[in-house]
């Protein structure tokens, strides 16, 4: 995609005041502001109607950035080099001197950073002073924004700006890795397990359902299209849409179909806006294919268990 200056340039004028723009990244778009300012932080959890207790994710251009707010390990290192900039997300200890508002942190000594892909947002952290605090850009607990119309359909003429970046290209927001302590998997995202555990040369153990809210998506209801999502479905109701894995030769109106052959890969890209179509097409409730529970598979299961929770 084509980088337009002259718009990072208004968002940048934006995000300089304490504002709120919405931005592009290949998972989802994000709610962005000053993540060193108290006041946009609050502006971000006031937008998206966020419960105080979940903090935010804060992006950064690179390592040098990142220094000066949080402590790095080795582990954090090997990763770092195999998967960013990418769909992962660190939680790390974060340094007394650091800058970031406690308000991002909910009052935490720790934070969950990470270095998006997106050419569009790598352009914009690489001009401004601080890094961006943006979890993604809808109202909580509902289904995220894939495209700029996404975001104006959940904000309207709340959000001042929005950068056009397209469509993300993951479609589903990132993986989250606690690494205070032991490697710990907190959110299930855009980068398997599997890979994660490739370069470590170890299991990894996933948290990913805590009792209490440590890392941002742990709620129990979230990505929710707004109408009831009945899960392993083989037998639908007449009144419901049908959420398949992939296409059929029965092509009926109440089909939605999340990738042509079963590539999970798509699948995840095409989640969200697919709950949102159903979701304007009026249908009462969505059924839900069984899903196998493999690769990105295993994220799409997670969102729709999630989004089940209505």
Partial sequence: MKINLANIKKAKKLLDKRECVAVPTETVYGLAGNAYSDQACKKIFKLKKRPKN????????NIKKLMNDCKLNSVFLKLYDQFCPGPITFILKLKKNSKISKVATNKKGNLAIRFPKHPIIRNLLKQIEYPLAAPSANISSKVSAVSSADVKEDFGKKIKYILEGGKSSIGVESTIIDLKNKPTILRLGGIEIASIEKVLKKKIIINDNPKKISAPGQSKLHYSPGIPVRLNVEKIKNDEAYLL???TNKVKPNYYFLSKKGDLKEAARNLYSTLRKIKKAKYKSIAVQKI???????????RLLRASKY
């Fill in 54 to 61: 979940n903090p935010l994710i804060v992006h950064y251009f």
């Fill in 245 to 247: 894995i992939k296409n």
């Fill in 292 to 302: 196998p529970n493999k690769g990105l598979g295993k994220t799409i299961n997670d």
